[in-house]
């Protein structure tokens, strides 16, 4: 899930516990699919719901701290 998609989901009315809910499902998903191949079954590391709301709240915050761009 890139920063743009989640900023999206955000603008759109989501609130960041169910972002980084959905975060980290896909997240886990896809560390699963990598693990699925015995010469990754030890790679990539599970993520808890903790990690994945700093990762969508550190994304929130730099959204806020940049200024808008003018076109």
Do not use: C
Request: proline share 3%.
């Amino acid at each position: 899930m890139r920063e743009d998609e989640i900023l999206n989901l955000w603008k759109s009315g989501i609130d960041k516990n169910k972002l980084a809910e959905i975060y980290e499902r896909r997240y886990n998903q896809q560390i699963k699919l990598i693990r699925s191949s015995v010469r990754h079954r030890h790679d990539g590391n599970f993520i808890t719901n903790y990690q994945a709301l700093f990762y969508i709240e550190r994304v929130i915050y730099k959204y806020i701290k940049t200024p808008p761009t003018k076109q």
